[in-house]
């Protein structure tokens, strides 16, 4: 039998974003409080993928202001084969000074 698939690959590793960072605005309250804030940050693959994979986060550890509600979200966007967008948000009043995560790319 004859197989033209290519093996699977797998990359995977840790990030963390804080105030530290330029464009961090995760920490300071927007007069509006009830919209979502948003944090970008560039993760590049160490080799690319034939194909865009499928990559999955995990949120490993907060910082957030404890007279707050812990209110944190991180997602992959605009997934290609040489990296991802992670996209950290928070919403209403609670304040994000750092946020880590692990994330997981399978795919050929």
Do not use: C, H
């Amino acid at each position: 039998m004859n197989s033209s698939s290519a093996p699977w690959k797998v990359l995977s590793s840790k990030a963390a974003a804080s105030v530290l960072m330029e464009g961090w605005n995760l920490a300071t309250l927007e007069a509006d409080i009830e919209e979502t804030r948003t944090f970008a940050m560039e993760i590049v693959f160490d080799a690319p993928f034939l194909t865009p994979p499928v990559v999955q986060i995990g949120i490993t550890g907060f910082d957030i202001d404890q007279r707050d509600s812990a209110r944190l979200s991180v997602t992959a966007d605009g997934i290609t084969e040489y990296g991802f967008t992670a996209i950290i948000s928070t919403w209403s009043n609670t304040r994000v000074y750092a946020t880590e995560f692990n994330w997981f790319a399978i795919g050929a």
